[in-house]
């Protein structure tokens, strides 16, 4: 079984700054896809990046984007000119390929970003 | 376009009694999922359906079942609920292909167990 973990229970940035949230995963697969989802106080699930492991490239969306190393099964997330509304928590996922629908998401347990102002 | 919808939003019970929770998706999904999310954790898996009519065990099923008779429904229940099912029930579905498709996820349902 995959493990996903996120050792930084919690992270402190001032706006407009930049921060970087670690991630590193277990797995004995070579193909899979990995997601960052962010979580603010709604509860709601958005993704906000996601990251095929057999491309080389890593994943950007506007100020959001990933250093994936595929040897050190390490994935974190760069958030560049950090906002208010970037506070929520953040949650790292795993899902293996192959799929065919019975890929369920494994989650780290979060880091919760503060935006300090 | 609604997407992925739960119902109800919140629920209280007592110990024993039962209930079902809906997910509904108007995106005409096959995938669908159930998870749940406790106190300093991620989501984990209870169970998935790969279409109309089947279902699967996830990481954390004992104490659910789960049907899926409609392709854009799948219904979690408890039939007799504990207080470890208190939780936050999040339900998502994808679509299938060969591309990465995400998972969408409904707005959860606050479930406590007294």
């Known amino acids: 079984a995959q493990t996903v973990t996120q050792s930084q229970p919690e992270m402190s940035v001032q706006e407009a700054e930049t921060v970087t949230l670690s991630c590193t995963y277990d797995?004995?697969?070579?193909?899979?896809?990995l997601f960052w989802y962010k979580q603010p106080p709604s509860r709601q699930m958005i993704l906000v990046i996601r990251?095929?492991?057999?491309?080389?490239q890593n994943a950007t969306e506007n100020r959001f984007s990933v250093n994936f190393q595929k040897a050190a099964k390490s994935f974190s997330l760069k958030i560049s000119d950090s906002q208010l509304g970037d506070a929520a928590m953040y949650f790292c996922?795993?899902?293996?390929?192959?799929?065919?629908?019975?890929?369920?998401?494994?989650f780290g347990k979060g880091t919760h970003l503060i935006i300090q102002p | 376009n609604a997407g992925v919808t739960q119902t109800p939003k919140f629920r209280v019970l007592k110990t024993g009694q039962s209930m079902t929770l809906l997910c509904a998706q108007d995106?005409?999904?096959?995938?669908m999922y159930w998870y749940r999310q406790d106190p300093g954790m991620g989501l984990r898996l209870i169970h998935y359906?790969?279409?109309?009519?089947?279902?699967a065990k996830g990481e954390v099923p004992d104490g659910y079942n789960v049907s899926r008779l409609k392709k854009q429904n799948f219904l979690l229940g408890l039939e007799s609920a504990a207080p470890s099912q208190t939780s936050v029930y999040f339900c998502?579905?994808?679509?299938?292909?060969?591309?990465?498709?995400?998972?969408?996820f409904g707005d959860g349902t606050r479930l406590s167990i007294l």
């Open positions: 359906s790969v279409g109309e009519g089947t279902t």
């Open positions: 797995t004995s697969e070579s193909d899979y896809y």
């Open positions: 996922a795993y899902r293996s390929r192959p799929g065919g629908g019975a890929d369920g998401l494994t």
């Open positions: 995106m005409n999904h096959e995938y």
């Open positions: 998502a579905s994808r679509s299938p292909g060969i591309y990465n498709q995400p998972q969408h």
């Open positions: 990251q095929e492991a057999y491309k080389q």
